[in-house]
């Protein structure tokens, strides 16, 4: 602690929180005074709406160097969810660790594109192709009474922070996890899903560098790269999806900016029928989905 600040006024939580939105901004953060928020919160151990109430409040010295020390992190480049190792996500809160990306409130299309699917259906069983956090899996199993998921990913590490937030919200009874690429570990399991979900890595690999140096330095590689048109998973999904869905089962995937007419021919070309495209609260195409049809 620098020995002069001892003899200042100790400074308040909204005067700190202002410095550090500024900062943050000022660092290319696209959310200063959210991420702001967040450290704080975290450097006070209460959760964020309590920082409005404590706003007004001194800093004491160690909360005051904690949080200095978390805007710090932040502000060359590491994204908030890992510093404070939690993201809200569906209106629940997920454990996240640099093992996974963090969940991004785009993300929810896909989660509610699946439960309108999924409304009119007596049978639930959804296969969720690279978990990773297990946000899409947990999200889905709370909505949907009676759903029972399989979700896999290739990388292990990250599956145990899926085992994780499946535990921590009550459904980990309901969803089974497995390691292995895409569909491989769900071989066994043909015509068995009445929904696929996923979201698969999508940044065309040359794309990758001019990315966000919070994503590119920071996020999983594995879970962005999308091969040399960002297309590869895509290209899997519709071939293979229609081996593992049940007649009129469903297929809801997102995608990236600009995929939507590439991504929509995969699946016509595949045999899908009622290609749709939905679109996000930014106005993207965002999730496409389609239905396999019945084959004779
Ligand atoms: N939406 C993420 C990003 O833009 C990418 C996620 C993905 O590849 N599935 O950083």
Known sequence: MNPSAQSEASPSVSSELRDATVRLAAAGSASPRLDAELLMAEALGVERVRVYVNANHALVDAALAHFRALVKRRASGEPVAYIIGHREFWSLDFVVTPAVLTPRPETELLVETALKLMASKASRRILDLGTGSGAIAVALAKEIAGAEIVATDIFRAALEIARANARQHGVDHRIA???GDLFAPVAAMTGCFDLIVSNPPYIRRADIAA???????????IALDGGADGLDFYRRIATEAPDYLSAGGFVAVEIGAGMGAEVAQLFAEAGFADVRLEKDLAGLER??????????
């Open 287 to 296: 999730v496409v989905s389609a239905r396999r049809t019945a084959r004779g």
């Open 177 to 179: 996890f497995f390691a």
């Open 211 to 221: 990315l966000p140096r919070d994503v590119r330095d920071y996020e999983p590689r």
